[in-house]
């Protein structure tokens, strides 16, 4: 008898122990799922909503450092329409804050460039406006690629001025074929 009553304790133990294990992985199940299904608010997924900003942003800069005023002027109209479809709910407060002060900027510079096909010097004097904002954007929600800050010192009056590019070779979009490795990096953003 003594026999039956320990097999059926050691029975019950081993069910409540493999019952409670059974719940937890459960448990651990949910929460991951949780997890997955929770938006992400480390800019992982606000990067894609930012991808197709900075592709056109830098065909525009590609097309300037060409001198190609037309093409520029096609990526500048690029830029416009994409900015407007970056999904501002996704975006961590921080981000959002950047996002909201730079927004109607670079739809302005944007516009400006896209307006003034026949006019490389004013659209590079926008693009200069631009790629201020176009940082500040990146540097908040990081881009889905590399890019690296360069800095021309030459341009506007010796001031200088900034550019993106998705490339370590500089290719001056501020001065084009006249001067187009003038310049240098500054910083890596990832």
């Given at each position: 008898?003594k ?19 059974a ?7 949910n ?5 997955a299904n929770?938006?992400?608010t480390?800019?992982a997924?606000t ?12 065909h525009l ?5 060409s001198?190609?005023?037309?093409e520029?002027?096609t ?9 407007d479809k970056?999904d501002?709910a ?31 010097a004013?659209?590079r004097e926008h693009f200069d406006?631009?790629s201020l904002d176009m940082?500040?954007?990146?540097k ?12 021309c010192?030459?341009?506007n ?13 500089i290719?001056?979009?501020y001065?084009?074929?006249?001067m187009?490795?003038?310049g240098?990096?500054q910083?890596?953003i990832k």
């Open positions: 008898m026999t039956i009553l320990f097999g059926i304790a050691i029975a019950a133990s081993t069910f409540t122990a493999c019952t409670e294990n719940t937890q992985s459960q448990e651990a199940t929460t991951d799922t949780a997890k929770t938006p992400a480390n800019g997924i990067t894609a909503s930012t991808n197709e900003v900075v592709a056109h942003y830098l800069k590609n097309a300037l450092a001198d190609d005023s037309k520029a002027a990526a500048g109209r690029a830029v416009v329409n994409a900015i970056i501002a996704s975006l961590t407060a921080d981000q959002k804050k950047v996002y909201d002060e730079v927004k109607d900027d670079i739809k302005e510079h944007s516009e400006h460039i896209s307006t003034n096909a026949d006019k490389i004013h659209q406006m631009l940082y500040d954007l990146v908040s929600v990081k881009p889905g690629q590399t890019l690296y800050k360069d800095h010192p030459m341009f009056d010796n001031k200088g001025a900034i550019w993106l590019s998705e490339v370590k070779d290719k001056n979009p001065y084009g074929k006249k187009l490795t003038c240098e990096e910083e890596e």
